[in-house]
């Protein structure tokens, strides 16, 4: 029973589709099992991949695939997969999901409803991974990095001394509040969860509950927030000081009103894919995850 639940790389097929330079790696990887793998939507090295083809669309590139690979960053408000270097958007409607092996499985961080209704339609089982905390803790120091490049390049005072507030402790705003205090800001830490609020007091941080946050805001010289879901709006963002620095770091819809935040002249960024800054890395933290998910719905099969 062993050798049949064995894992044939040779004979599986792969697709990834969307992405960033992230996704570099992981078809490198992919591709390294012995895997026929296909790729399309997401930004392709000068000198190639070894081992993965290059599909002139989506169609060709989910034809008859045991696992498609989408992106972590998850699904637009529109409904397409993050795809920045697509030439147009790429929605993976029941149509295009029809192309792929039945049974078969889509990898990637979150989807939406119409992603799960295709999916149910074509008997395609999801597998989403946006918040193990196993592969946030792999990429988080990414793409905390990536977000002190943003706070060097969009501020004219140091990160040292600056008063900062961090929405959210999660795996994310957790090694945030740490590199800042770290850095020496002055670090407030607003979040709905009692034992999170502690955590981050224990670690050298203000903690405050989530309705403080528009009296604090008048003090603040930056405002993050990791929450997936707004809870800054216009009564928070209207007593921050113009330019103040607002940065969302959270997957759609975001944490931060950001058309509002700019209307009111405040500094504002939506900071997806940070993880692009370091691809090679993150890369291969997300394949540690996804590989993982390939072999358990592989074995499941010939089980």
Not at 82 to 104: C, T, V, W, Y
Not at 236 to 264: E, H, N, Q, S, W
Request: glycine share 8%.
């Amino acid at each position: 029973m062993e050798a049949l639940n064995e894992v044939d790389w040779g004979t599986m097929k792969i697709a990834i589709v969307g992405g960033d330079e992230r996704e570099q790696e992981i078809a490198r990887l992919a591709a390294a099992t012995g895997a026929l793998v296909s790729a399309y939507g997401f930004p392709w090295p000068a000198e190639g991949i070894e081992g993965v083809f290059r599909a002139a669309n989506p169609q060709s590139a989910l034809e008859a695939v045991d696992f498609a690979l989408f992106p972590i960053p998850g699904i637009s408000a529109e409904g397409a997969l993050f795809a920045p270097a697509a030439p147009e958007p790429i929605i993976p409607s029941s149509d295009l999901l029809a192309r792929m092996k039945q049974p078969a499985h889509i990898i990637l961080g979150w989807a939406d409803d119409n992603l799960k209704s295709a999916a149910g339609a074509n008997r395609i089982v999801l597998h989403e991974y946006e918040w193990d905390q196993d592969l946030m803790y792999l990429r988080g120091p990414a793409i905390v990095e990536g977000l002190l490049k943003i706070v060097i390049e969009k501020t004219r005072i140091t990160i040292h001394n600056a008063n900062v507030c961090v929405a959210g402790q999660g795996t994310i705003g957790t090694l945030l509040t740490r590199t800042l205090i770290a850095l020496g800001a002055r670090v407030s830490v607003a979040a709905r969860n009692p034992v999170q609020r502690a955590s981050a007091y224990a670690a050298g941080a203000t903690p405050h509950e989530l309705d403080e946050l528009a009296v604090l805001a008048p003090s603040l010289d930056m405002l993050f927030s990791t929450v997936p879901h707004q809870i800054v709006g216009h009564a928070v963002l209207r007593r921050l000081r113009p330019g103040t620095l607002v940065v969302d770091l959270a997957a759609p819809p975001g944490g931060i009103d950001l058309p509002t935040a700019t209307d009111l002249g405040l500094n504002a960024v939506w900071a997806r894919g940070l993880g692009r800054r370091a691809p090679v890395t993150v890369g291969a933290s997300q394949w540690v995850g996804i590989r993982k998910r390939i072999e358990s719905a592989w074995r499941q099969r010939t089980a």
